[in-house]
């Protein structure tokens, strides 16, 4: 029997959604840096529709995750070694200065939630593609309680245009033991209600994963 073709939803169909899919599998390592986007090949294998779609990949055009380039068309962003150092300075720009106002939104069930996802983390070693995902969420959940909306923004855009480097290195299983160390002082900062010793725990983190990817980008 023929098996009919879906529909898709009105929701999943819209440009908003097929944008954050197709940031999810950026960041997963679905999508690699380079990749050639064929936008009727895309439809395709998310069945949707080509309008938004084609609004999605502007979208992530203007966020820097997708270039357009003549004669070529769209390919998944693929950074210099200088682009990448300056991805992380901008991250030490702005993630530690929240530190105070994190601590002042955090909640225990919002600790209890964190130390979930570190310490599954830990027990995924190596696994790239997880630990994408629960990086990404730990991250996300600990800057989202400064409540800084536009921060927020930027950062959510550097975190994806930085993970498929970071995923690199994290295969190659070197110091994940310091990451995860990195995100339990986290974890213990915010238990203690410490902003000092958040800020230092995460501008040690940032700066310790400037050092490995950039040391990955040379050795590629």
């Known amino acids: 029997m023929t098996r009919a073709a879906r529909t898709p939803s009105s929701t999943s169909n819209s440009a908003g959604v097929i944008a954050e899919r197709l940031r999810s599998s950026i960041r997963n390592g679905g999508l690699l840096p380079g990749t050639h986007l064929v936008q009727e090949k ?10 938004p ?3 999605a990949l502007h979208t992530l055009a203007a966020e820097g995750l997708i270039e357009v380039v003549p004669q070529r068309g769209m390919l998944v ?9 300056e991805l992380f300075e901008l991250r030490l720009q702005l993630e530690p ?4 106002e994190i601590v002042r939104g955090c909640r225990d069930r919002d600790i209890d939630a964190l130390q979930e996802l570190a310490d599954e983390m830990r027990r995924q070693g190596a696994d ?9 969420e730990f991250h996300q959940r600990v800057y989202a309680l400064s409540e800084r909306r ?7 855009q550097l975190l994806h245009l930085v993970e498929p480097y970071s995923r690199r290195w994290v295969r190659s299983g070197h110091d994940l033991e310091r990451i995860d160390d990195e995100h339990q002082q986290m974890v213990d900062a915010l238990r203690n209600r410490d902003a000092a ?3 230092r725990a ?13 040391a990955a980008q040379r050795k590629s």
Not at 44 to 51: A, C, Q, W
Not at 77 to 85: N, R, T, V
Not at 150 to 156: G, K, Q
Request: glycine letters at 6%.
């Open 97 to 100: 200065y929240l530190s105070e």
């Open 128 to 136: 790239a593609t997880v630990r994408a995902s629960l990086n990404y």
């Open 77 to 85: 962003a693929e950074l210099s070694h200088g682009e990448i150092a």
């Open 150 to 156: 536009l921060t927020l923004r930027f950062i959510d």
């Open 202 to 214: 995460i501008t040690a983190h940032v700066e310790g994963g400037r050092d490995h990817v950039m």
């Open 53 to 55: 779609l084609r609004e």
């Open 42 to 51: 895309l439809a395709t294998e998310l069945e949707v529709s080509r309008i």
């Open 197 to 199: 010793a958040l800020r």
